[in-house]
């Protein structure tokens, strides 16, 4: 895929701008519906049942007269807060782990390595099957399973940046100079695996954002009435010959929004990776 | 050259394909695909009240001295007649001979006898114990011969001996049936895959007439949209239910189904824990019924099928009045009612079985509920847990669920039942309606028990839930309307 959308010259970045401008739009419309939205997307109103789009009603309305647009547009803030907080959650732990196992070396490392790959083997659908026996169904639940997730993720980024970053003369000379392992790892090694991280983190939002999408769409995610589009696609999916517009919104929806972050986490690495830099230097 | 020769094998193949199906296809096929919503917790009707037990094997595999017809009549069963003494306390009940259970068994009166001895038994686990307790006596006057004295005339015993839970088990057998049924006809258990599908097949030493279907499997799909899909492919030749009825119109509108909406004796209701603190308030659960707005459960939930109940009976069951009216929809009373019970930032709970039905049902009165300052969280459960969880441990605030048995106005009189009603009127009036036999005096007991329960606002009465059924339009003898919870397949064939 990289090799497809990566510029042939530094200086253009149509893909950065692309990515940036739709994840923009995405994150917008998320934080407007925080605050407003056409109509209340939990309203139902029976009367107004399977309508086409109107005035009243841009895209049209649900199995249960509910406003689709505004549904897709809080369902835009349910996505991004599940998958940014997943996401956080995956960093949060996988960036010391990964700093952690390269800077100490040895047996513990091997440890800790060799279990984040048994967590990487282990499905974010399984996780979230699991927590739902034991906690119940909600959005914390698809947090933690997606979290949980990209946790060896961002471990494996960062040990193997940090790995080939501990052995360069800069880090020997801060050795030398009697610097901590721990200030090493924050002073020099951190900033210098951060670029790698950033473009990670755009990649890992926008399969978040699918995985929250699969999880509601089997039940497991956010619970109604909190709109979803995941939700939004398997209520559809029945009424596929009604109204094929239903499924297609929240469809559309997620296709932008993944689209967008995939193009700027492209963009992004181009941009910020530096081994990617120096090649084409 | 090679793509040449791949064709021509091909076409080869596909002819002699077509010649040797040709005599086959003539043939009309005796094997039915039958598609169900829920898995039934084991196979034994007479000791478990989910009603996909009886779905499965009332008929096919178990039968009772009498048996319900598609249009509800009572028809001799394993009991070729009767004859009832003029006090109508005696029932002397003429047996069919010559009838054995799948194990080889023989059928006889001793054999009824213990079947109805072991339902009405003080340490009985039949779901419907209510059904034999007009039972005073069951004696054998010889092979063919049973006779049953009851403690007072009982109009509805023929009809009460034709449910699931009265169906005739043998002695040797009773313990095991929950997984290994065995009973006296025309189908037996051939294997039950948990989670996806039971096979029943030809019984082939049964008494009566040979069924025109060799084998059915009921295949457990209760997804809607995988419900769809098989009935599309073919996978699925029938659904005595289709679990998602805005599919109808597209089922409707395809030459290649049968739809027909009948009626069952589904009583949709909101069950409240009538013992759980603030639903032992009567205002409060007065409040729920001013608060949930019937039509708009109807039109959201069900396409507008169902149709509206008052209270726990069915419109189309003798003595029925409709009470419908009796708390319309009024959010504003519904708040007052509950400040007046003290009652503020009420959270509950409300547990979903699988069912399309409830999971829709609950989305809206989630919403509405929210409008009368009730919480409602949504838990969506597996039908196993709701059987454990709700039905027996009594562990919830409000549920959404079908109740399938005809004229069921009983649970509501029963000390030990999950809606924690505990009523001594009412148990009162129920007492009387049991011990009554005229059939005028009955009606009005019925009513008056119809207006109890909608008076003390037991549960909340939503609908009746429709028999949206959907089948090959090559299929014969399905029933419409579904009297008792249960699809007798022994009349059903498929046409040339």
């Given at each position: 895929m990289?090799?497809?959308?990566r510029p042939?010259?530094?200086a253009a970045?149509?893909?950065?701008?692309?990515?940036?401008?739709?994840?923009a739009i995405?994150?917008?419309i998320?934080?407007?519906?925080?605050?407003?939205?056409?109509?209340?997307?939990?309203?139902?109103?029976?009367?107004?049942?399977l309508?086409?789009?109107?005035a009243?009603?841009w895209?049209?309305?649900?199995?249960?007269?509910?406003?689709?647009?505004?549904?897709?547009?809080?369902?835009?803030?349910?996505?991004?807060?599940?998958?940014?907080?997943?996401?956080?959650?995956?960093?949060?732990?996988?960036?010391?782990?990964?700093?952690?196992?390269a800077m100490?070396?040895?047996?513990?490392?091997?440890?800790?390595?060799?279990?984040?790959?048994?967590?990487f083997?282990?499905?974010?659908l399984?996780?979230?099957i699991?927590?739902?026996?034991l906690?119940g169904?909600?959005?914390?639940?698809?947090?933690?399973?997606i979290?949980?997730?990209?946790?060896?993720?961002?471990?494996?980024?960062t040990?193997?940046?940090?790995l080939?970053?501990?052995?360069?003369?800069?880090?020997?000379?801060?050795?030398?100079?009697?610097?901590?392992?721990?200030?090493?790892?924050l002073?020099?090694?951190?900033?210098?695996?951060?670029?790698?991280?950033?473009?990670q983190?755009?990649?890992?939002l926008?399969?978040?954002i699918?995985?929250?999408a699969a999880?509601?769409?089997?039940?497991?995610?956010v619970q109604?009435?909190?709109p979803?589009?995941?939700?939004m696609?398997?209520?559809?999916?029945?009424?596929?010959?009604?109204?094929?517009?239903l499924?297609?919104?929240p469809?559309l929806?997620?296709v932008?929004?993944?689209?967008?972050?995939n193009l700027?986490?492209?963009?992004?690495?181009?941009?910020?990776d530096?081994?990617?830099?120096r090649?084409?230097? | 050259?090679?793509?040449l020769?791949t064709?021509?094998?091909?076409?080869?193949?596909?002819?002699?394909?077509?010649?040797?199906?040709?005599p086959?296809?003539?043939?009309?096929?005796?094997?039915?695909?039958?598609?169900?919503r829920?898995?039934?917790?084991?196979?034994d009707?007479?000791?478990?009240?989910?009603?996909?037990?009886?779905?499965?094997?009332?008929?096919n595999?178990?039968?009772?001295?009498?048996?319900?017809?598609?249009?509800?009549a009572?028809?001799?069963?394993?009991a070729?007649?009767?004859?009832?003494?003029?006090d109508?306390?005696?029932?002397?009940f003429?047996l069919?001979?010559?009838?054995?259970?799948?194990?080889?068994?023989?059928?006889?009166?001793?054999?009824?006898k213990?079947?109805?001895?072991?339902?009405?038994?003080?340490?009985?686990?039949?779901?419907?114990?209510?059904?034999f307790?007009?039972?005073?006596?069951?004696?054998?006057?010889?092979?063919?011969t049973?006779?049953?004295t009851?403690?007072?005339?009982?109009?509805a015993?023929?009809?009460?001996?034709?449910?699931?839970?009265?169906v005739?088990?043998?002695?040797?057998?009773?313990?095991?049936?929950?997984?290994?049924?065995?009973?006296?006809?025309p189908?037996?258990?051939?294997?039950?895959?948990?989670?996806?599908q039971v096979?029943l097949?030809?019984?082939?030493?049964?008494?009566?007439?040979?069924?025109?279907?060799?084998k059915?499997?009921f295949?457990?799909?209760?997804?809607?949209?995988?419900?769809?899909?098989?009935?599309?492919?073919?996978?699925?030749d029938?659904?005595?239910?289709?679990?998602?009825n805005?599919?109808?119109?597209?089922?409707?509108?395809?030459?290649?189904?049968?739809?027909?909406?009948?009626?069952?004796?589904?009583?949709?209701?909101?069950?409240?824990?009538?013992?759980r603190?603030?639903?032992?308030?009567?205002?409060?659960?007065?409040?729920?019924?001013?608060?949930?707005?019937?039509?708009?459960?109807?039109?959201?939930?069900?396409?507008?099928?169902?149709?509206p109940?008052?209270?726990?009976?069915a419109?189309?069951?003798?003595?029925?009045?409709?009470?419908?009216?009796q708390?319309?929809?009024?959010?504003?009373?519904?708040?007052?009612?509950?400040?007046?019970a003290?009652?503020?930032?009420?959270?509950?709970?409300l547990?979903?079985?699988?069912?399309?039905?409830?999971?829709?049902?609950?989305?809206?009165?989630?919403?509405?509920?929210?409008?009368?300052?009730?919480e409602?969280?949504?838990?969506?459960?597996?039908?196993?847990?709701?059987?454990s969880?709700?039905?027996r441990?009594?562990?919830?605030d409000?549920?959404?669920?079908?109740?399938?048995?005809?004229?069921d106005?009983?649970?509501?009189?029963?000390?030990d039942?999950?809606?924690?009603?505990?009523?001594?009127?009412?148990k009162?009036l129920?007492?009387?309606?049991?011990?009554t036999?005229?059939?005028?005096k009955?009606?009005?007991?019925?009513?008056?028990?119809?207006r109890?329960?909608?008076?003390?606002?037991?549960?909340?009465?939503?609908?009746l839930?429709?028999?949206t059924?959907?089948?090959?339009a090559k299929?014969?003898g399905?029933w419409?309307?579904?009297?008792?919870?249960?699809?007798?397949?022994t009349a059903?064939?498929?046409?040339d």
């Amino acid at each position: 895929m990289s090799a497809l959308t990566r510029p042939s010259s530094s200086a253009a970045h149509p893909s950065l701008w692309f990515g940036a401008a739709m994840t923009a739009i995405v994150v917008l419309i998320a934080l407007v519906s925080l605050v407003w939205t056409p109509q209340d997307p939990t309203a139902m109103e029976m009367t107004q049942r399977l309508q086409g789009p109107s005035a009243l009603h841009w895209l049209g309305t649900d199995r249960f007269g509910r406003d689709v647009l505004s549904m897709a547009m809080a369902g835009a803030a349910i996505s991004l807060q599940v998958s940014f907080v997943a996401i956080a959650f995956g960093m949060a732990l996988g960036v010391p782990l990964g700093l952690f196992a390269a800077m100490r070396g040895g047996v513990l490392d091997e440890a800790a390595m060799r279990m984040s790959d048994l967590i990487f083997a282990f499905p974010a659908l399984l996780t979230a099957i699991m927590l739902r026996e034991l906690f119940g169904p909600g959005a914390l639940n698809a947090m933690i399973a997606i979290g949980i997730f990209n946790v060896p993720v961002f471990a494996r980024v960062t040990y193997g940046a940090a790995l080939s970053l501990r052995t360069r003369d800069f880090v020997t000379a801060s050795r030398l100079a009697g610097k901590s392992e721990t200030l090493i790892a924050l002073d020099h090694i951190l900033p210098n695996v951060l670029p790698l991280l950033i473009v990670q983190a755009t990649i890992q939002l926008s399969l978040g954002i699918l995985a929250e999408a699969a999880l509601s769409y089997m039940g497991l995610g956010v619970q109604p009435p909190a709109p979803s589009w995941g939700r939004m696609l398997n209520d559809a999916q029945t009424l596929m010959a009604v109204a094929p517009r239903l499924a297609l919104v929240p469809g559309l929806c997620i296709v932008f929004t993944v689209l967008g972050l995939n193009l700027l986490g492209d963009g992004l690495r181009d941009k910020l990776d530096p081994r990617l830099r120096r090649r084409q230097a | 050259m090679i793509r040449l020769l791949t064709k021509a094998c091909l076409a080869l193949v596909l002819v002699t394909a077509s010649v040797a199906m040709a005599p086959l296809s003539a043939a009309p096929r005796t094997d039915l695909n039958v598609g169900m919503r829920l898995e039934p917790p084991h196979l034994d009707p007479t000791a478990g009240a989910a009603a996909a037990i009886g779905e499965i094997v009332y008929a096919n595999l178990f039968e009772g001295l009498t048996r319900m017809a598609a249009d509800g009549a009572i028809k001799p069963g394993l009991a070729e007649s009767w004859t009832v003494s003029p006090d109508g306390k005696v029932y002397t009940f003429t047996l069919r001979k010559g009838v054995t259970f799948h194990d080889g068994t023989p059928f006889d009166a001793a054999v009824a006898k213990f079947a109805l001895d072991r339902a009405r038994a003080s340490d009985s686990v039949n779901p419907q114990k209510g059904l034999f307790e007009p039972i005073e006596a069951v004696e054998v006057i010889d092979p063919a011969t049973l006779k049953v004295t009851l403690k007072r005339p009982t109009g509805a015993f023929l009809f009460n001996l034709a449910w699931p839970a009265a169906v005739m088990v043998a002695p040797q057998s009773a313990a095991d049936n929950k997984t290994k049924p065995i009973g006296t006809g025309p189908f037996k258990l051939d294997r039950w895959a948990k989670g996806s599908q039971v096979d029943l097949v030809r019984h082939p030493n049964y008494w009566g007439a040979k069924p025109a279907l060799n084998k059915i499997s009921f295949k457990i799909i209760g997804d809607p949209t995988a419900a769809y899909a098989a009935m599309m492919a073919g996978d699925v030749d029938a659904y005595p239910i289709f679990p998602a009825n805005e599919n109808i119109p597209q089922f409707q509108a395809d030459k290649r189904f049968t739809v027909k909406i009948g009626n069952t004796e589904g009583k949709t209701i909101v069950a409240i824990n009538n013992a759980r603190t603030p639903f032992d308030d009567i205002r409060v659960r007065r409040a729920l019924a001013h608060g949930i707005d019937r039509k708009a459960v109807i039109d959201g939930a069900t396409m507008g099928l169902g149709k509206p109940i008052g209270s726990h009976y069915a419109p189309q069951d003798a003595g029925y009045v409709d009470l419908t009216g009796q708390y319309p929809y009024d959010p504003e009373k519904a708040k007052a009612l509950l400040k007046e019970a003290g009652v503020s930032n009420l959270k509950v709970k409300l547990i979903l079985p699988p069912p399309d039905y409830a999971r829709r049902s609950g989305e809206i009165i989630a919403a509405q509920l929210k409008k009368i300052g009730v919480e409602a969280e949504l838990v969506p459960v597996e039908w196993a847990q709701w059987l454990s969880d709700v039905f027996r441990g009594k562990n919830y605030d409000l549920t959404i669920i079908s109740h399938v048995e005809p004229m069921d106005l009983d649970i509501y009189a029963r000390d030990d039942y999950y809606f924690n009603y505990a009523n001594a009127d009412y148990k009162a009036l129920y007492a009387e309606l049991a011990a009554t036999s005229d059939p005028e005096k009955r009606k009005a007991l019925i009513e008056k028990a119809q207006r109890k329960l909608t008076d003390d606002s037991v549960n909340v009465f939503m609908f009746l839930l429709p028999k949206t059924g959907v089948w090959n339009a090559k299929l014969e003898g399905l029933w419409e309307n579904a009297p008792l919870p249960v699809n007798d397949f022994t009349a059903v064939r498929w046409r040339d």
